[in-house]
């Protein structure tokens, strides 16, 4: 199973940005997705899960700000993150099961 994410840049707060996660080797609409976040100097922490129903759920930090959602068509799972914080800063990874993507930076300036 392979994951590769993309989507992440730079942006200034306030803003928006989207990341997408390509996943190959795996019977994709069958499964669980989510995503989580690396802070420099920090621990990965759980950002958004979304089921094989479509059921979410999103850490507190991120609720209502962002948006995790999939197309089984395209095997690939989004998250759409509004009203970004300089704390959002953080390498992303998507992950299915025990497989984990390379992860995609995103830095929020001030």
């Known amino acids: 199973v392979q994951l590769q994410a993309s989507g992440g840049g730079l942006v200034q707060a306030g803003g928006s940005l989207r990341l997408s996660c390509a996943v190959s080797?795996?019977?994709?609409?069958?499964?669980?997705m989510s995503w989580y976040r690396q802070p420099p100097g920090k621990q990965r922490e759980f950002v958004a899960h979304?089921?094989?129903?479509?059921?979410?759920n999103y850490a507190d930090s991120v609720k209502g700000r962002f948006t995790i959602s999939r197309d089984n068509a395209k095997n690939t799972v989004y998250l759409q993150m509004n009203s970004l914080k300089p704390e959002d800063t953080a390498v992303y990874y998507c992950?299915?099961?025990?497989?984990w993507g390379q992860g995609t930076l995103v830095t929020v300036s001030s």
């Open positions: 080797g795996s019977t994709f609409s069958n499964y669980g």
């Open positions: 979304i089921r094989s129903d479509t059921s979410t």
């Open positions: 992950t299915q099961r025990w497989y």
